[in-house]
């Protein structure tokens, strides 16, 4: 078991632990005592620190700190808390990978255009136990996106979709909208032009996290669905063209959305890293890009990187593509797959709804044990 700890030893300011697999890690003193878990410090009802951090003493250190017999745990005492304090293997482990790895949900594997979608009915996803949805949440996380076949074709089908995800998020479209050629609107979606790949909410903070489309009406020509996995042509950027990637990395993009009584706007960079360099979000919308102007040379360079990405987007060796029929519906993460369509005539009716980001991270670990 990964878990078994073999030796601890104690050092000026830190407590080294060493695993039965190999890994070792040197957990401060000063984060051990902020992260006790005893009454004074945490209330386990609300899972909320107690603890006033700031007037700890910076060097405080244990009085001592023993591995149990089972290996499972250290047992640790502190100057100014009367109990033993036990801190887990398990979480000691967690939380030590994931100070050098960075997100605790990454994505596994990046496709290209031959992959397929899994595919589930709304009815077997209803039934699933100990979690209604949980083969769609699964699928999410390994693939990033979906298809839901049998759906009755209306709104209520697309809440009990986002009921496996978190809940339908309220956006200025409302919650689940409804959208077909309409040229009141002032969103590209609301025609029946070819839409490139993007991402959706470039103008938001809080890009959202998830996407539902559900064919209500269609007997359309054209209009195929297409998705393309981001991660994939980042990966492929960063081996291949690493400073136009870098460049994507650290230049932020303003998207805006003006019209229907806002103007919204926003700013990030087309790949949002964490701090040990983990890829964690794809935002990339040229059609609700702003006239955000660099100095030179790094518009120059923003434009080069941004031709080479937009480029791979548009080929269909990268391009996943599906007409969607009535009352099938395609799930997909935002922060991950580009979307777009093939041009169409004739009708084409879809509902849909977004979901939150945390909300589907939040599915993922309880169910995946991230």
Not at 165 to 187: H, K, P, Q, S
Not at 201 to 217: M, N, T
Not at 360 to 366: N, V
Request: charged residues 25%; glycine residues 6%.
């Amino acid at each position: 078991m990964t878990s078994v700890i073999i030796n601890i030893l104690a050092l000026d300011d830190q407590l080294e632990v060493e695993w039965a697999d190999g890994h070792q890690y040197a957990f401060s003193f000063f984060w051990l005592r902020d992260n006790a878990k005893d009454e004074s410090s945490f209330d386990i009802r609300s899972n909320q620190r107690e603890l006033f951090t700031a007037g700890l003493p910076f060097d405080i250190k244990p009085i001592s700190a023993d591995l149990e017999a089972d290996q499972q745990a250290i047992a640790v005492r502190w100057p100014d808390i009367d109990a033993v304090v036990c801190y887990k293997s398990d979480m000691l482990y967690r939380e030590s990978i994931r100070s050098l790895k960075g997100a605790d949900i990454q994505v596994r594997k990046v496709w290209g255009a031959s992959k397929g979608a899994q595919q589930f009915t709304l009815d077997n996803l209803l039934k699933e136990r100990p979690s209604a949805g949980m083969s769609l949440v699964k699928a999410l996380h390994a693939d990033g996106f979906a298809l839901i076949n049998d759906c009755p074709a209306e709104k209520g089908s697309v809440n009990q979709i986002a009921s496996f995800l978190g809940y339908v998020r309220e956006t200025i479209f409302g919650g689940v909208w409804e959208f077909e050629a309409d040229g009141d609107m002032a969103d590209s979606a609301y025609t029946s032009k070819a839409l490139r790949p993007h991402t959706d909410g470039s103008y938001s903070f809080d890009a959202p996290g998830a996407q539902i489309l559900l064919c209500v009406e269609n007997d359309a020509e054209g209009g195929k669905s297409i998705i393309v996995d981001g991660y994939k042509i980042a990966e492929q950027m960063k081996r291949e063209h690493p400073d136009q990637y870098a460049d994507l990395a650290r230049l932020d993009v303003e998207g805006v959305y003006a019209g229907d009584g806002v103007e919204l706007r926003a700013r990030r960079p087309t790949f949002r890293e964490d701090s040990q360099g983990n890829l964690v979000q794809v935002t990339f919308n040229n059609y609700d890009r702003s006239e955000l102007l660099y100095p030179e040379p790094e518009m120059n360079c923003f434009y080069q990187a941004l031709q080479t990405f937009d480029l791979a987007l548009n080929d269909s060796a990268n391009q996943w593509t599906h007409q969607l029929t009535v009352g099938q519906a395609l799930v997909f993460d935002n922060w991950r797959m580009l979307h777009g369509r093939t041009a169409f005539s004739g009708n084409r009716k879809m509902t849909g709804a977004y979901t939150n980001r945390e909300d589907l991270e939040s599915r993922i670990r309880l169910l995946t044990n991230c």
